[in-house]
C-alpha cells in the first residue's frame, strides 16, 4: 500500500511569490495535518483538514491555507512569500482525527 | 493548552548502551501521547504511541516507553543501541480542545551513537 506522497520535493521561490504544495494521504485515510518544520524548531501545527473542510489551525498567519479535495489529496498554500517560511512542510494523514499520523517525506522550499 | 517539552537537544552514547529519552507533557487531562523517529532526509516514522490502558508500551525496532501520570512524563527507552538509531526523536502529545484534536510536538531530540 502506498504511503503519504508529496510534491515536489524540492521548491525554490523568491520573496513575495506564492508557493501551492500538495499531498496525497494514504489510502481510506480522511484526515490530512500540515507541519512546518524549520531548523531548530521541531514540528509546528499548520492546518487539520478532515473530510474535506478545514477543522484547526495553528499560529500561523492568514498568508498559510489550503484545501482539501474530495479525493482527500490537499493542497497547502503560501502567499507572500518570506524568507522565514523557508523550512521542511511535513503532510501527514490519519483515519481519522484521534488516529495514528502517518507522514509523508516532505517539500523542502526555500526562499530567496 | 497542552505543551511537551523534551529538555535534552542532544544526547549522546555508545553503541550497545541503554537510553532514555526524555519528555514531559503539560495538558490537564490524559492525552495521547506518541514517539516518532526521523532520520536524515526522511519523513517521521511512528515508534509507538499511548492511548489508553497498560501505561508500558512496546513499540517497533526495540523500543518502549512508559506513561507516568504522577510525572507527566512518557520517556522512551532502549536496552541496547544500534548505530542505525542515530536520528531525531520527537515526542508528541494529542488533545481534544472542544471539538477540535490538537498535535502537539516536542522540538526534538538529536541521539548520536558512538562505535
Known amino acids: 500500500e502506498a504511503g503519504v506522497t508529496q510534491s515536489p520535493t524540492h521548491l525554490i521561490k523568491t520573496r513575495g511569490q506564492q508557493a501551492t504544495l500538495r499531498c496525497s494521504p494514504i489510502?481510506?485515510?480522511?484526515?490530512v495535518y500540515w507541519y512546518q518544520q524549520a531548523l531548530g524548531l521541531g514540528l509546528q501545527f499548520l492546518l487539520w483538514?478532515?473530510?474535506?473542510?478545514?477543522?484547526n489551525r495553528g499560529n500561523f498567519p492568514p498568508r498559510f491555507s489550503g484545501r482539501q479535495f474530495p479525493n482527500y489529496s490537499s493542497e497547502l498554500n503560501v502567499n507572500a512569500l518570506e524568507l522565514e517560511d523557508s523550512a521542511l512542510y511535513l503532510c501527514?494523514?490519519?483515519?481519522?482525527?484521534?488516529?495514528?499520523?502517518?507522514f509523508g517525506p516532505g517539500t523542502r522550499l526555500l526562499v530567496l | 493548552a497542552q505543551s511537551v517539552t523534551q529538555p535534552d537537544i542532544h544526547i549522546t552514547v555508545s553503541e550497545g548502551a541503554s537510553l532514555e529519552l526524555r519528555c514531559n507533557y503539560s495538558?490537564?487531562?490524559?492525552?495521547?501521547l506518541f514517539w516518532y523517529v526521523q532520520s536524515p532526509g526522511q519523513g517521521l516514522q511512528l515508534l509507538l504511541k499511548?492511548?489508553?490502558?497498560?501505561?508500558l508500551v512496546q513499540g517497533i525496532k526495540g523500543f518502549e516507553a512508559e506513561f507516568k501520570r504522577s510525572q507527566s512524563s512518557f520517556n522512551l527507552r532502549k536496552p541496547s543501541v544500534h548505530w542505525s538509531d542515530a536520528a531525531e526523536y520527537f515526542c508528541?502529545?494529542?488533545?481534544?480542545?472542544?471539538?477540535?484534536?490538537?498535535?502537539?510536538f516536542g522540538r526534538g531530540t538529536s541521539l548520536i551513537v558512538h562505535p
Open positions: 501527514a494523514s490519519s483515519l481519522g482525527w484521534a488516529e495514528t499520523q502517518y
Open positions: 489510502s481510506g485515510h480522511t484526515s
Open positions: 483538514y478532515d473530510e474535506g473542510e478545514e477543522r
Open positions: 495538558y490537564g487531562a490524559t492525552p495521547y
Open positions: 499511548y492511548f489508553s490502558g497498560d501505561t
Open positions: 508528541a502529545v494529542g488533545a481534544r480542545s472542544g471539538g477540535s484534536y490538537i498535535p502537539t
